[in-house]
């Protein structure tokens, strides 16, 4: 894998997934970040996460990996080389105790291997994507299926604001927020993220 710089993710990007845990779809894009220590392969291993702080929630994205520096009126199929499902974890208690309070997000996005990701594809270009769903299976039950037709905020539209805001290029990746249907993980939990009918990768839950 060519080294990631930047992990940009997109909070409440699909309107039944913010009203599930009863937030208000935003006006603009909602953008956190993880360290790149939270990158962790979706081979079939195993994957340790924290089993002492409350409920882990999966939460199954897009992920779209940028080719090259942003200038102004470059679309997503040229910025965007590669793609690839990932899991953007969540320690869900612990984020609510952190949005009562005010405080960032980190601890509970943050945490190490909490962004799981399959190998990388080649992209086939935005409109394609939207051809077929995506789905995370929970021990073989498919709990979250999407499709990225259904976003508040389209691909181009987060790539312009990140850009915009935070700088984009080369390296980075962006996950670009998760459809309804998250859920907490157990031990021993297999997740598998599809696309289409093809598993992209999978993981087994050690907590
Ligand atoms: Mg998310």
């Not at 208690?93 to 190490?112: E, M, N, R």
């Not at 539209?157 to 927020?177: E, P, S």
Request: glycine residues 10%; negative net charge.
């Amino acid at each position: 894998m060519t080294e990631i710089r930047n992990i940009y993710c997109v909070g409440r990007n699909y309107r039944a997934h913010a009203a599930e845990l009863g937030n208000d779809v935003p006006d603009q894009p909602m953008i956190f970040t993880k360290p790149t220590h939270a990158l962790a392969e979706m081979s079939g291993g195993e994957l340790t996460l924290p089993g002492d702080q409350g409920e882990i929630h999966y939460e199954a994205e897009l992920v779209l990996h940028i080719a090259k520096p942003y200038h102004e009126g470059i679309r997503v199929d040229e910025i965007v080389d590669k793609y690839a499902l990932g899991i953007d974890f969540t320690l869900r208690d612990v984020q609510s105790v952190i949005k009562k309070k005010g405080q960032p997000w980190l601890p509970a996005k943050g945490f190490l291997k909490s962004a799981p990701i399959t190998a990388f594809r080649q992209f086939p270009g935005a409109s394609k994507l939207t051809e077929e769903n995506f789905q995370l299976r929970k021990n073989g039950q498919v709990v979250q299926n999407g499709n990225i037709s259904n976003m508040i905020f389209d691909l181009q539209t987060i790539i312009d604001y990140i850009a915009k805001h935070y700088g984009l290029g080369a390296g980075d990746i962006i996950y670009t927020g998760t459809p309804e249907g998250v859920g907490p993980v157990h031990k021993g939990d297999l997740l598998e993220l599809v696309w289409g009918e093809e598993v992209f990768g999978a993981v087994t839950v050690h907590l």
